[in-house]
């Protein structure tokens, strides 16, 4: 509604003047944009006898922020404005209005960046729209990964680098429905991975394996080592922590397998390697010879032997005291567990062990034989016969009549003499164990 006021101005001696004096229309389309943005103001109101003032206060609290009839300003807080717009005339009369201009949230995200990224490797980059405000979501999440690659759009993304640096500066803009923009930029550091890498000793059917982790780390140490052995029967799958070293696998079954091992270091760089190993049968046997049984350990001796020719040999005596690697253990003189390790043809290691026992150098043989069926005493027994080398035998009847000889024998006369059985009466027996030099001779009572 306009007013008007009429002013009568009289001059003496003259004619007589009015002005018309009106107050200004506000004219003033109030924009709307983004926190932190310039909103540009523009001021369209008239009066009849001009403008004088345009005066702008921006928070609506009674203080002049800009003049002008075109001004900027930025807001620093989300949402509806309160803008007052105030006119001056030429005249002094003065007019003012209030809008509201609706300011929008810059875009908001929670964002998932590593600090550390892997050579080589897919680094994720995530980002979760956090604004409140529906009317103004995140329209489009742009991506620069710092390394020259081209821009890549989506709230969750991969990249791979390919150069190891310390500090390497990805940046996410975020555009709003609004046309609000918002960019983050942060710093990432690409490493070089370990390097996965083990070797093997011969592996052995029914031997253990022992592989060791030669891998080496990256920028950063390792953190765990994990073994997968392809043997079907096994099932076996063993995980080492920290660092290097070995772990140790008995092969079922004998054949080639690619066992794998997985490091990983302490930023979760990974590296994988599969290596082949071949189980090998032992192409030979092993076997001790040689007198088990010493008689007078302080004069008796003995030697040990293998039954093949191998590649290597070592001596133990009681599992912990080292002999010799010689082929043979000579000048053997004391009781106690032997035994020998050796390597064979195929590099397969091979170990055995045998017990020489010290034993009184007599003969004892039993004086009696009752051949009579029952299973009791059937046979003439000297006992220990089997500690001794060879043993020669001779039986006698009475009148002297030899009635039984054996250059070897093995406790098995049982009373005859050319397959009829003997009678009943006293017999006399000698006994010669020539490499033991041993001998004796007793009588014997043969009842039925």
Known sequence: M??????????????????AQTTPTIVFFPPSGCVDADLTFTSSSFVA??????????????????????????????????VRLTVTSNAGITNSTVATVLVYPNPSAAISIPTVGCLEANVAFTATDTLIFDYNDIATFSWDFGDGSPVLTGSSVSHTYTTVTTGVSPSLTMTSNEACITVETFTLSVNNGPLAAFTSNIACLGDSTYLTNTSTPGLSPLATSTWYFNDPLSDDNTSMEIGTGSVVHEYLNAGTYGDTLIVIDEVGCIDTVINTVTVEIPLQALAISGNTTLFDLESSLTSLSTTESFTSYAWYKSDSIYLGSSTILENVMDSGSYSVSVLDGSGCSLSTSIY???????????????????????????????????????????????????????????????????????????VNCPTEEISGTGSITLLR
Do not use: H, M
Not at 49 to 74: C, H, K, M, R, S
Not at 400 to 428: A, H, Q
């Open 2 to 19: 306009r007013r008007y006021i009429l002013s009568i101005v009289l001059i003496l001696g003259g004619a007589i003047s009015s002005i």
């Open 49 to 82: 006898d001009g403008i004088q003032d345009t005066e702008w206060d921006f928070d609506n609290n009674g203080t002049i922020d800009a003049t002008g009839l075109t001004v900027t300003n930025p807001f620093t807080n989300s949402g509806p404005q309160s």
């Open 356 to 430: 020489i026992t010290e034993i009184s150098a007599t003969l004892s043989a039993k004086n009696i034989i009752t051949p009579n069926g029952d299973g009791k005493n059937e046979v003439w027994i000297i006992d220990d016969l089997a500690s001794f080398t060879s043993c020669e035998v001779q039986i006698f009847n009475r009148w002297g009549k030899n009635v039984y000889s054996e250059d070897i024998y093995n406790n098995s006369w049982n009373g005859t003499f050319e397959g009829n059985p003997l009678p009943e009466g006293v017999y006399f027996y000698t």
